[in-house]
């Protein structure tokens, strides 16, 4: 059965985790077309400032025409990454991005080319069994020759990876269910591994209860430290020092 944290970001059985999205790796994210009612609709929605929804104000300034909204843009970036690599890696939430940067306008029937860079990878510390991967993401206007033109959108930002599940040996779980058991050991022809099924055995009182003719002590024993004067050997549970990090880093990692 496939755990929550070896499903991809789709809900489907994950084949990429942490340890496989290593520094220096690219990923291509295909291709996406801006489609010029989507493009309008999403600004209307979310962003009306006229240089999105008005055609006519928009074509008598210096924008030439309607350009889309840069989360428009961004929301292109965020499908494409979903569908080419969140749909396929064990994907978790992400803490957050450090850059986003709108590097020239988009218009409707731009070609953009869209990719990601694995910059860093690193265990997270707020986190057990993920690791923490900083990213940066690039969306390229294509020309009619399919060639880059120019770079129109470039953001950074971090996502928390499942790392890979060890499995069981399932050889050395069945070595381990056929291991003879010694018959000279008492009880081990029975469940338990040898111990008592009733309880302790009267012939060994147990120390706990002490004995009635046992005179209760008048006074601590001398060997007992005083409470006034902590052991040197004290652990420091309650030490700030002790504590690895700081919360900031690991609310973040």
Sequence with gaps: MTTPDARSGTGRPAELFFEDLVPGLTVDLGVVTVDADEMVAFARRFDPQWYH?????????????VIASGFYTVSLFMRAYVDHLLSRAA???????????????????????????VMGARPSTARPGLGTVSLTGTMLRLGPDDRPEQEVLRTRFRGWF???PVEADPAEAEAVEAAPVDPDLPGADRPGGGLPADGPSAADPSPASPSPASPSPAAPSPAAPSPATPSAA?????????????????RHD
């Design 91 to 117: 994907a978790d939430a992400s803490p957050g991005l450090e850059e986003l940067r709108w590097l020239a306008p988009v218009r409707a029937g731009d070609r953009l080319a869209v990719r990601v860079d």
């Design 234 to 250: 004290a652990p420091s549970d309650g030490d700030p020092t002790e504590i690895s990090g700081s919360a900031e880093a690991q």
């Design 162 to 164: 499942a790392v890979r």
């Design 53 to 65: 929804v008005d055609p006519d104000l928009a074509a008598a300034s210096r924008h030439g025409g």
